[in-house]
């Protein structure tokens, strides 16, 4: 098969802005002041929590209870409220940005030590039998059904990925839709990071980066975390 053409990004704002964030902008060194960072974010937030659980027991040794009080001025009693709210959510984001941090780190030396895969040698996809359609089918439909029961079918497709026979559902109502992947076989659902799949240079697999990237932009909740 003719190689792909290489991934080209698209000039934007978001993407400029998107590598000034990851410090891409200015090659791929400073990927290893981003884990400190992160782990320096956590330390501060840690730090802060328990400083203010330190004078909220001292607080409630004088019985004075509440968990917001005034003290030192409106701009530092504004900072205690606020800080106090939004600990854990910063600590969210620390936490997965260092993960991201440390994946994107562990892309760069993949790369710099392997390089891109040589011209020609991409790997030939297996072909699929008519013979084996139906059954394939079949167990996908069954694995859907059983897992999503009320979602309309919008596409089905049957693969042969990573040397595993796959059925990939898409289903849902009008533009709420999602794409779940089968083992044609099993009927087993299938994440992004299996065996035999080709490797893709993050050291924790693709799944796992994905995940990330959903807790620590927030909608791994959905639209409400955004």
């Not at 400029?16 to 410090?23: D, G, N, S």
């Not at 390089?115 to 020609?120: K, L, V």
């Not at 069954?142 to 693969?159: H, W």
């Not at 779940?180 to 697999?205: H, K, L």
Request: charged content about 15%; aromatic content about 10%.
């Amino acid at each position: 098969p003719t190689p792909p053409p290489p991934r080209v990004v698209v000039p934007s704002e978001r993407n400029t802005v998107k590598a000034l964030h990851r410090m891409t902008t200015f090659g791929n060194w400073p990927l290893w002041i981003n884990p400190l960072v992160g782990v320096g974010l956590g330390v501060f937030v840690v730090t802060g929590v328990v400083m203010y659980l330190q004078l909220l027991r001292a607080r409630q040794r004088l019985r004075r209870r509440t968990l917001f009080w005034s003290a030192g001025g409106w701009w530092r009693s504004l900072h205690r409220w606020v800080s106090v709210c939004a600990a854990l959510f910063i600590l969210i984001v620390s936490l997965s940005g260092t993960w991201l941090a440390v994946e994107s780190l562990g892309l760069a030396l993949y790369f710099a030590s392997h390089g891109p895969p040589p011209s020609g040698q991409h790997k030939t996809p297996t072909p699929l039998t008519e013979a084996q359609l139906p059954a394939m089918l079949t167990t996908t439909l069954q694995a859907n059904r059983s897992l999503r029961p009320d979602e309309p079918l919008k596409i089905v497709r049957l693969r042969m990925y990573g040397g595993m026979p796959q059925g990939v559902v898409i289903s849902g109502l009008g533009d709420n839709t999602q794409q779940i992947v089968f083992d044609a076989t099993t009927g087993q659902r299938i994440s992004e990071t299996e065996p035999g799949y080709p490797e893709t240079g993050f050291p924790f697999g693709w799944q796992a980066h994905q995940v990330a990237k959903q807790i620590h932009r927030g909608d791994y909740i959905g639209l409400t975390g955004r």
